[in-house]
């Protein structure tokens, strides 16, 4: 017996249309503390809309769409957390992400994706001055603060796979450092390391706050300015680049790694931590996928196969040693020497 054939739907198409709206309500529930308030005891309608200070049939509506996009669960008229948004979007919980939104719905990025039709036809954002990448961006400060706590297990787990492959560095720089996590990660896997991070003023300030909570001292300094221009020779034994380089365009990268180069020790590495798609350039779709957030906001951003970066490297006068993907993230680790 042939087994039926299942007719085509339009649900993807809609649910990718809509997609704005699941956006809408978990900044929502964020805003008002709704989940917060679940966590806390509040579960029924009253009781949440006090503890929000919302109306009462907002917040019926509200928390009723969380449930059918699988946020809540719903026992008759009182809301729970789910187990995931119990570990991830609770407030009191080490886990808690709800900050990413900072970054991940941040002004820039929200007009960058509506102008996505005028982005594909011409190859790049239409934001003025270069979208996100113009010097001194208010977003990398959102960036900081907002996606510090999902970066930080992930660098743990790069610096695992760094301990594995080299001796331990003595003097480590991490170019635009950002949040700092990755360069702190490696300052507190290496207790004798002495790590520089190198971003605006505005964004160090964010990386020294993270570094004074690791308790780091001097042993984590900063160096505020421009990754293409700043002086960084000086023997480092790990200079790292983490989600930096898909920013620019192959020229562009091959003139930092040129710069970088000859300012690594003897036993010197490199670590880039970046979105590598495999060659179809489709696949891993959490890797593939971050390419349309680089055409929407940036001029000449993409992202690269790890041949491709194999190629930079060996323009700029250094070679692949090693690639992986870190487990439970979307980036992977290239570590490259002279």
């Not at 009182?78 to 407030?91: F, G, V």
């Not at 994706?113 to 982005?119: G, I, K, N, S, Y």
């Not at 090693?322 to 290239?334: H, K, M, N, T």
Request: aromatic share 8%; proline share 6%.
């Amino acid at each position: 017996m042939t087994a039926p054939v299942e007719r085509p739907t339009p649900d993807r198409f809609l649910d990718a249309l809509n997609g704005f709206q699941r956006t809408e309500a978990v900044v929502a529930a964020l805003d008002l503390g709704l989940f917060a308030a679940i966590a806390r005891g509040a579960s029924d309608i009253d009781s949440l809309a006090a503890a929000c200070r919302a109306a009462p049939r907002g917040m019926r509506i509200l928390s009723d769409f969380l449930v059918t996009i699988g946020l809540l669960d719903k026992s008759g008229a009182r809301y729970a957390l789910t187990s995931e948004t119990a570990l991830y979007l609770d407030p009191a919980s080490k886990a808690y992400l709800g900050e990413a939104r900072r970054f991940l719905n941040a002004a820039t990025l929200r007009e960058g994706f509506a102008h996505l039709t005028e982005a594909v036809r011409e190859g790049g954002t239409r934001l003025p001055s270069g979208g996100s990448m113009a010097a001194e961006h208010p977003v990398w400060i959102d960036y900081a603060r907002g996606m510090a706590p999902m970066v930080a297990r992930t660098a743990e787990r790069i610096v695992d796979r760094l301990a594995a492959t080299g001796a331990a560095p003595r003097r480590a720089i991490d170019l635009a450092a950002g949040h700092g996590l990755f360069g702190i990660a490696v300052a507190r896997r290496f207790p004798g390391v002495t790590v520089t991070g190198v971003d605006w003023p505005e964004v160090l300030a964010v990386a020294r706050e993270n570094a004074d909570r690791a308790g780091l001292g001097e042993r984590y300094r900063l160096t505020p300015g421009d990754a293409f221009s700043l002086p960084i020779e000086g023997d480092w034994d790990l200079v790292l680049a983490a989600n930096f380089l898909h920013h620019f365009d192959p020229a562009t990268i091959v003139r930092l790694l040129r710069r970088i180069a000859p300012s690594l020790s003897p036993s010197g590495r490199v670590a880039i931590v970046e979105f590598v798609p495999n060659d179809d350039r489709v696949t891993p779709p959490a890797a593939a996928q971050f390419a349309l957030t680089l055409l929407a906001t940036t001029g000449t951003g993409d992202l690269y196969t790890q041949a491709e970066y194999a190629s930079f490297l060996e323009a700029a006068g250094l070679r692949l040693t090693g690639a992986v993907r870190i487990e439970r993230s979307p980036l992977s680790l290239l570590i490259a020497a002279r």
